[in-house]
């Protein structure tokens, strides 16, 4: 069983960066894929970035390379989400989710998740 708390939305205007926390506790930290997506409004889950915590490999989706860095802190179990330059179709629901297997970046693949932290970005 693993835990997820996100954490770090909020209201930004555009070309702001905002860092999302994605805290996991429960099951093995170590050997966990760790990813983030985002759902805006009558859209479908798009996956964004995913780290595998044992070898701290990263995948970014092609849409937020440039703008966006996934990144963690094995001390605190926490992945980060550090988003630059942020843009109105930024605005979203933003989840985090695990599995304990590598895993890429579709939302199906992944058994736990976070109940979301919302972003805004105004023109």
């Known amino acids: 069983q693993v835990n997820l708390v996100e954490s770090g939305g909020g209201s930004v205007q555009t070309g702001g960066a905002l860092r999302l926390s994605c805290t996991a506790s429960g099951d093995k930290y170590q050997r966990l894929t760790v990813a983030w997506f985002r759902q805006g409004a009558g859209q479908g889950r798009e996956g964004l970035a995913r780290i595998y915590t044992l070898y701290d490999q990263t995948v970014l989706a092609d849409s937020v390379k440039g703008r966006f860095t996934i990144s963690q802190d094995t001390a605190k179990n926490t992945v980060y989400l550090q988003m630059n330059t942020l843009k109105p179709e930024d605005t979203a629901m933003y989840y985090c989710?695990?599995?304990?297997?590598?895993?890429?970046?579709?939302?199906?693949?992944?058994?736990?998740w976070g109940q979301g932290t919302q972003v805004t970005v105004s023109s």
């Open positions: 989710a695990a599995s304990p297997h590598l895993r890429q970046l579709q939302s199906g693949e992944y058994k736990y």
